[in-house]
């Protein structure tokens, strides 16, 4: 056993560290669930709003909020990768501390948080004058942010943990949020961390992890199969980090906001009544190979400050352009 742990420390130098430092599953406060009948006086209803991949999307974030018109009596849950690609990850984080919100940690928090430890353990976590060449191989937006992240920040986000426990709504089952996905066949104390920030497909025949879950939920409301526990128990799973995918039993929001895309919230109401509203965004669609993703970002945020119409969504890419204005004349101009 020593000596496989020593040759799997040679092969893997790269592997991720532990998971010793924050929470692999948590709770959430029954108090945050909607009533399990439908309320029919509009000041005692509660709802649960989970917020798919936000990404330093803060314009953003508030604009959804505003559309569904939250309430102090509505309980946010992020579901992972509320930070980087976007430039405003600080002032996301800040909201959602400030509005009281859940979250669970998507590969992103999971980079960044891992980035910002080491180079406090390495004492340069502020210090900008160290030479590039005696810094680890990370990418340097991912630095940036490592390092602009305050210690109230990364305290928040590191309590986030890797799997949130909603508890049973009506017509849902069991609620369980994660930002990659769960595998129907282990148990939630058995699953493998790296997997849940990030699985997409299962090991074999890369199917959709979503799919298998959704057909053994149907079998399991059926009485087609009787499982051993603990899979005794219908289970929605909502998520992020893959494409907008609504199914009966997985619901992925992640709609690409940064990316152009939409913004997207699942709402469930009293009575496990649900909806999806989306923040409908101009399409960003052409590709700068030599843009940074910050910069793509404001290209597209300068598009819609100066109220340009929404160009053609999924064109193909030689057909697909994009209207700028420019700070002098506010006069559009084309870029094939």
């Not at 009544?273 to 970002?297: A, C, D, H, Q, W």
């Amino acid at each position: 056993m020593e000596i496989f742990g020593s040759l799997s420390d040679w092969v893997m130098p790269n592997r991720r560290p532990e998971f010793t430092d924050f929470p692999a599953m948590n709770t959430l406060d029954p108090a945050f669930l909607p009533n399990y009948e439908q309320r029919f006086f509009s000041f005692r209803r509660q709802r649960l709003v989970f917020i798919g991949d936000v990404h330093g999307c803060f314009d953003e974030l508030e604009e959804l909020l505003g559309k569904i018109s939250l309430t102090q009596r509505d309980h946010l849950i992020f579901t992972g990768d509320m930070i980087n690609k976007g430039p405003q990850s600080g002032k996301v984080v800040d909201l959602a501390r400030q509005l009281g919100a859940s979250c669970v940690r998507g590969n992103h928090e999971d980079r960044i948080l891992l980035i910002r430890s080491d180079l406090l353990s390495r004492g340069i976590l502020d210090s900008e004058s160290v030479n590039e060449y005696d810094l680890p191989t990370y990418d340097q937006n991912d630095r940036q942010l490592a390092r602009s992240l305050t210690d109230d920040q990364a305290a928040w986000l590191q309590e986030c943990p890797v799997i949130l426990k909603v508890g049973q709504v009506k017509d849902m089952g069991e609620v369980i949020v994660v930002h990659g996905g769960l595998h129907p066949a282990v148990p939630l104390d058995e699953q493998e961390l790296t997997s849940v920030m990030s699985m997409r497909t299962t090991l074999y025949g890369a199917v959709p992890w979503f799919r298998i879950y959704n057909q053994f939920n149907m079998l399991l409301s059926q009485g087609s199969i009787t499982p051993a526990p603990p899979y005794t128990n219908l289970t929605t799973v909502i998520y992020g980090g893959q494409a907008f995918e609504i199914r009966q039993y997985t619901k992925g929001l992640n709609s690409g906001c940064v990316h152009g895309g939409d913004l997207s919230a699942l709402i469930i109401e009293d009575g496990g009544k649900s909806k999806v509203v989306r923040l409908e965004m101009y399409s960003f669609v052409p590709s700068f190979p030599n843009t940074s993703s910050i910069g793509k970002y404001l290209l597209y945020r300068w598009t819609k400050f100066c109220g340009v119409t929404e160009t053609q969504r999924r064109a193909p890419l030689s057909i697909q352009r994009i209207e700028v204005c420019t700070p002098s004349d506010q006069a559009p101009h084309n870029f094939l």
